[in-house]
């Protein structure tokens, strides 16, 4: 078995990445042995030492179908992390789309695409109809990269506003605005960050007025050091943040709080939009929000690489005209193909409603849980975005970073796939592919539970 070494105890994982790293696989100082180690070895050697693997002990992975994944021997994973295979892992609609594109042609946005037209008016007709054009990248930093240039020369300003662990993406301009990534991605000058909520250490507190509260103070100290505000740069669910879903409409206060002192709102919806949160298409849409800018990605070509930025004409137009942007692979044929069979999935399978009624499934089910395993402290999310926080013991806040590692690595030996967030990688980040179904979430529970009850953790209070 090839076993990492775990997080040192009370290092907080801040000094890292606590999305990248909190899970991650950290040979011991001998290094891996024969075998996939040899593998490990050479992906080291190829790769550098920037990349990241998954697990104590990392998996080879060979195929996926659905909400499954298989390794090399052959054993299946029911997988409850990757949201990029959103509508199933080799999902034969989209597989079809691609491989038929891929024979005819693939090339770039200069010449007149019909299908990229189509997509692109599609795609626009799900958005609110004030964000009216869309640019696509490949990729989500790529979007939020282009979102912060159009919201500075939209705004005049430069001063954005994100959440303390918001991962944005790892463009140079983003990855200042991503304090997930660790200190070794140091905060951009003109970035300043809000907490996100804790319901479980601020119980009774308002969101909405505590987020308010520290927008206010963010706008006070940018216009101390003379930086006119651009944008509030927010992934309307806070995934990296520990995933805080509600109450629905928390977001809106702060949002017009920005927009009062000159600012736009930039609605990541890289992580929760594509019916993710089921009880609506995007996540802003459940604080009632109508932003300026739009940013998307992930779970856009089940896997292909596409992204982008969605705006409002006036606001996108500073920026157009001035700037003749170009992306060679950014809205290619063979990966709008993919996004628009992506759309017909998404709609004639019903994969919102299904994301609503088995995210409630698995909810209900994890909270049951909570009730023989104390340690379960809060289950938050919508859809089929679930946080699940855990602490060390039972009454106590202190976070369960240690008793987290030990249970996605005790999930992933027992053929279930998970990972965490939150600040202190103490929340259990939970999004199967939008087909997951009621069995796979009650097996997600069943396993969960597991794994909670061969937990050895510290005695009871008497």
């Not at 995933?243 to 928390?250: E, F, Q, R, T």
Request: glycine share 12%; aromatic share 6%; with cysteine.
């Amino acid at each position: 078995m090839l076993v990492g070494s775990p997080i040192p105890k009370g290092e907080p994982v801040a000094t890292r990445s606590s999305i990248l790293d909190a899970n991650a696989y950290r040979p011991d100082a001998d290094g891996p042995g024969t075998g996939a180690g040899d593998l490990l070895r050479r992906r080291a050697a190829a790769l550098g030492p920037a990349y990241r693997l998954f697990y104590r002990e990392p998996l080879e992975l060979v195929r996926g179908s659905g909400a499954y994944l298989y390794d090399a021997d052959g054993r299946a994973y029911l997988d409850a992390y990757n949201n990029v295979a959103s509508v199933g892992h080799a999902h034969p609609r989209v597989a079809a789309a691609v491989a038929r594109q891929a024979a005819t042609l693939s090339t770039h946005t200069r010449y007149v695409d019909a299908g990229l037209v189509a997509y692109a008016e599609r795609l626009l007709g799900l958005l609110p109809p004030a964000v009216d054009q869309v640019m696509l990248t490949c990729t989500g930093s790529e979007a939020n990269d282009l979102a912060l240039r159009v919201a500075a020369a939209a705004t005049g300003g430069t001063g954005v506003i994100v959440t303390e662990e918001a991962y944005h993406g790892n463009t140079a301009l983003v990855t200042g605005a991503s304090p997930s990534l660790g200190r070794g991605a140091p905060r951009g000058e003109h970035v300043w960050t809000v907490p996100a909520p804790d319901p479980l250490r601020r119980p009774g507190a308002d969101p909405a007025a505590e987020l308010l509260a520290a927008v206010h103070g963010a706008l006070d100290a940018m216009a101390v050091a003379g930086v006119r505000p651009s944008a509030f740069l927010v992934d309307s669910i806070l995934s990296s943040d520990g995933v805080h879903s509600h109450p629905a409409g928390y977001l809106a206060p702060a949002v017009e709080a920005v927009r009062a002192a000159g600012g736009v709102l930039v609605a990541d919806e890289v992580q929760p939009g594509f019916a993710r949160t089921g009880s609506a298409f995007w996540g802003f849409e459940r604080h009632g929000l109508d932003p300026e800018i739009v940013t998307m990605g992930k779970p856009m070509g089940n896997g292909l690489p596409i992204a982008g930025m969605a705006a409002r004409a006036a606001v996108l137009e500073p920026f157009a005209s001035t700037v003749p942007y170009f992306n060679t692979f950014g809205g290619n044929h063979v990966s709008v193909a993919a996004a628009a069979a992506v759309l017909d999935v998404i709609e004639e399978e019903g994969l919102q409603e299904n994301a609503a009624r088995v995210g409630a499934a698995l909810r209900t089910g994890v909270r049951e849980v909570a009730a023989h395993h104390p340690v379960v402290a809060d289950v938050r999310g919508d859809g089929l975005f679930v946080g699940v926080e855990l602490v060390a013991a039972e009454g106590s806040t202190e976070p369960g970073t240690e008793l987290a590692a030990d249970v996605v690595n005790g999930m992933r030996d027992r053929g279930v796939l998970t990972s965490v967030c939150g600040p202190w990688g103490s929340t259990l980040k939970v999004r199967p592919p939008l087909v997951a179904t009621e069995r796979d979430a009650a097996r997600f529970v069943e396993v969960l539970g597991e794994v909670l009850s061969a937990y050895p953790g510290p005695p009871r209070p008497a």
